[in-house]
């Protein structure tokens, strides 16, 4: 059976080597990306060494809550039937930024994105037998003990640190609640994924010369992955059968392992929960 999957932040690094890797496997594969020049460069890229690829293309700034509703729609278009959303898109801001609903970027775009696109994108999803959900999270989460929900923009205590591990903290709180909340099977299953550090541009992007530097020389270490290392797991989640009874599980090198403590709280995980549906103006998730 031919199967789609729409990939968040496809047109480098994890996004990429995904998107590469299901386009040769005959996997319809739309790329998102936040502006044109790069996305048509990436199927370009894809194109040249597999001239048959099924791409379709769909830009939007995943920080603007209007814009991810457009995404959805697009997409909602593109593939009535969506088998597989792979929520990869991330950020790593040194200075604080705010969207223009107020909400720092690093968290609308981790986590906020995630969750309202796999809301809005449902439909689709379910008219697909047996589809999936993989949110791209990190081993990050275990260098906060909680979710600051008293202060979930970190004024006046912001780091980009802190802030990276509050929205890597919220994918896997959300994957785990969304597995306890699902209704029934006829809903896809999800998967949070931890990719390893792996050698992208990530801590580039929005951040101070310093930081920059740094991220430069980490990613140069010895151990660390490369793209498609960092990819592998997704991509085993998005094609290998029978993981029905492994929805809800957080994953590292293809296999399921234990997140960290703070993960695991059912009280953080439906406040959460509430206050996500609150900030991108739903009132349910799960609606027949």
Known sequence: MHKTVLITGATGGIGFATARDLAGRGYTVILHGRNREKVEAATASIRAKNADAKLETVVADLGELSQIRRL???????????????????????????????????????????????????????????????????????????????????????????????????????????????????????????????????????????HSIAWKVRRRMSGNKTPAQGAATSIFLATEPGLEDQSGQYWDDCAPKKSYSSSYDRDEARILWEMSLEMVGEKAFFED
């Not at 979930?152 to 959300?174: C, E, M, P, T």
């Open 72 to 210: 959805a729609e697009e997409v909602r278009a593109l593939a009535p039937r969506l088998n597989v959303l792979i929520n990869n898109a991330g950020v790593w801001n040194s200075n604080q930024e705010l969207t223009a609903e107020g909400v720092e970027k690093t968290f609308a775009i981790n986590h906020l994105a995630y969750f309202l696109l796999a809301k809005l994108l449902m439909p689709s999803l379910r008219a697909a037998p047996g589809s999936r959900i993989i949110c791209v999270a990190s081993d990050s989460h275990k260098q906060i003990k909680g979710m600051f929900f008293d202060n979930i923009n970190l004024d006046g205590n912001y780091h980009g640190l802190r802030s990276y591990a509050q929205s890597k903290l919220a994918n896997v709180l959300f994957c785990y609640e969304y597995d306890r909340l699902r209704p029934s099977e006829d809903y896809p299953t999800i998967f949070a994924v931890q990719p390893g550090l792996v050698q992208t541009d990530i801590g580039l992007k929005g951040n101070t010369w310093l």
